[in-house]
């Protein structure tokens, strides 16, 4: 069962929903997303990844994607976007204020807002992460997988986003992006991820 407005707001007024800072307006059933400060945008450095490859004797970039440390290797490879150049086109770059993501770009950008589920509150919610189809339409893909913010879970929103439109696609800081819809489940769960989840409370795309 999905909650409409009316329980959207209860929900975050008696603390069982983690929303933080408060929402600006709640439609009838979501909440919107916004992207964190311009700092918090990162991509993968493939190319000192490569080099580390190549240094091991690796002859292409491989990541055994259900083996790797996600904490560790995001400190070792994650970077800022690099500023625009006229003289080079890459996928992701920064511009003044901006992020522009050309086709086929990818980078991680995380949500401003704080959401999530109070394990200390009858944890019987359970939350989603959803596109908005308006910026969909354009060819923008966000959140790729795991939409699901499992009750007792929160913290900020790690956005994986592509661009597999024709577009370059230009963001900026505060932009919506998202949507946050949020489902009552049949009772609290036994297990509360607070113990178990290596990216509860996170503040930072690196999952820590």
């Known amino acids: 069962m999905y909650l409409s407005d009316r329980d959207l707001h209860y929900a975050i007024e008696c603390g069982k929903l983690v929303f933080r800072p408060p929402p600006e307006k709640i439609d009838a059933t979501s909440i919107d997303l916004h992207l964190d400060a311009l700092s918090e945008a990162k991509i993968w450095n493939i190319e000192k990844f490569r080099e580390h490859e190549f240094a091991t004797g690796r002859d292409r970039p491989e990541l055994r994607i259900a083996k790797y440390d996600l904490s560790t290797f995001s400190e070792d490879f994650l970077s800022a ?25 990818f980078l991680l950008w995380q949500t401003k807002e704080v959401v999530g589920t109070n394990p200390d509150k009858n944890a019987d919610l359970i939350c989603f992460v959803d596109g908005k189809s308006t910026r969909a339409r354009g060819g923008i893909l966000v959140h790729l997988t795991a939409s699901t913010i499992h009750t007792t879970w929160n913290g900020k929103i790690t956005l994986e986003i592509a661009n597999l439109g024709p577009f370059d696609i230009v963001l900026e800081e505060n932009d919506v992006i998202a949507q946050l819809t949020v489902a009552k489940v049949t009772s609290p769960p036994q297990k509360d991820v607070t113990g178990t989840s290596s990216t509860y409370g996170q503040t930072d795309v690196s999952g820590r």
């Open 81 to 105: 976007p690099p500023d625009e150049r006229a003289d080079e086109v890459l996928p992701v770059v920064k511009r003044g204020q901006q992020i522009v993501v050309r086709p086929r770009g």
